[in-house]
């Protein structure tokens, strides 16, 4: 029953016919648009709650409204090799939006993938290559699955109780926010050690495989793109590094999936971690295209290399929330308030 009433959830909320008006009215005023939208993970609304990291993942039932919501609403979802022909075209018929997949893990595959295929709409994957090659280790989702499942974690010089929601989410939040920076994967291999984890039967749990992403290879309804090797925050990478991040994992996806791959998005993507050298090097690493997470929506003459995303994180489970992203409403607002 509880189920049941979870499947039927709600997410329009009361603020929704008020949001509607106003970013219609904006729409009217600045005519057709696209918007971009980037999200990482998703989990079934039942077990959301209980995780420890749960903003990282989006509800599933919500992103199936939001799908069906777009769709009823006039929006068109599509690949962002479309929206660039729509832009080139000039074509200011209608409304257009993109949904792309950063990282990619093993949900993207098992769940993502197949919600956008019974909506019979695509999704875009930026796919960081060393995830399927096994060579980037996956701590935050490591370290989130041994919280969830323990009481209790080992840390070199402490143990942490963690047999409540409120506590597994403190402790994620506690040791995430130690170990984030280059040596995340060092204290991640001490952390299994410590806690009879076996790390690569952990990270296959999570992570995206080639032969998951083969599957994908002549599938109309999913788009590949590439999100570096390792991860990393090119605006602080020198020339030559940043470069074979962005150029080798071009190259590998299309060695390893026989396509070719068009688009970039850049690893965290605000203005502190990719700014106009990194843009000139996307071009020049081959790409047509490379987003950011910066707020706003897509207008014609729009600089291909920086493009606009709006992240959609766990929090956002609200549908009045994306009114606003696709009025271009919170992206005006994050760049008065600085937050780009
Ligand atoms: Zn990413």
Aim: one cysteine or more; proline letters at 3%.
């Amino acid at each position: 029953m509880l189920q049941n009433l979870r499947a039927r959830r709600d997410y329009a909320g009361g603020s929704l016919p008020f949001v509607k008006a106003l970013t219609g009215t904006a729409n009217a005023l600045l005519g057709s648009r696209g918007c971009l939208f980037t999200f990482h993970r998703v989990a079934a609304t039942s077990i959301w709650e209980t995780l420890p990291n749960r903003n990282f993942y989006l509800d599933l039932s919500f992103l199936d409204q939001l799908l069906s919501y777009l769709v009823r609403n006039g929006w068109a979802i599509v690949t962002i090799d479309e929206m660039l022909q729509r832009l080139h075209r000039g074509d200011r018929s209608g409304r257009y939006v993109n949904f792309s997949v950063d990282d990619c893990y093993r949900d993207t595959f098992e769940q993502v993938v197949p919600l956008f295929r019974r909506h019979g709409v695509p999704v875009t994957l930026f796919v960081t290559t060393g995830i399927p090659d096994e060579t980037m280790p996956l701590w935050c989702s490591g370290l989130e699955d041994v919280i969830l499942h323990r009481d209790f974690v080992r840390l070199r010089n402490d143990t942490m109780v963690v047999d409540t929601p409120t506590e597994k989410r403190r402790a994620y939040d506690r040791i995430a926010t130690e170990w984030d920076g280059p040596e995340a994967g060092c204290h991640y291999c001490e952390f299994c050690a410590l806690n009879d984890i076996d790390e690569r039967a952990l990270h296959w749990k999570h992570a995206i495989s080639w032969q998951m992403l083969e599957s994908f290879r002549s599938d109309a309804l999913v788009e590949i793109g590439a999100h570096t090797v390792t991860h990393a925050r090119i605006s602080t990478s020198v020339p030559q590094t940043a470069l074979a991040e962005l150029k080798g994992s071009r190259e590998r996806l299309e060695e390893r999936l026989g396509i070719s791959v068009r688009h970039f998005a850049f690893p965290y993507g605000r203005s502190g971690d990719c700014g106009e050298r990194d843009f000139a090097l996307a071009r020049e690493a081959g790409f047509v295209s490379a987003a950011t997470t910066r707020k706003g929506v897509i207008r014609r003459g729009r600089d291909l290399f920086s493009l606009p995303r709006n992240t959609l994180n766990g929090s956002h489970r609200n549908l009045a929330m994306v009114e606003l992203h696709l009025a271009g409403i919170t992206g005006v607002a994050a760049r008065m308030i600085g937050r780009v």
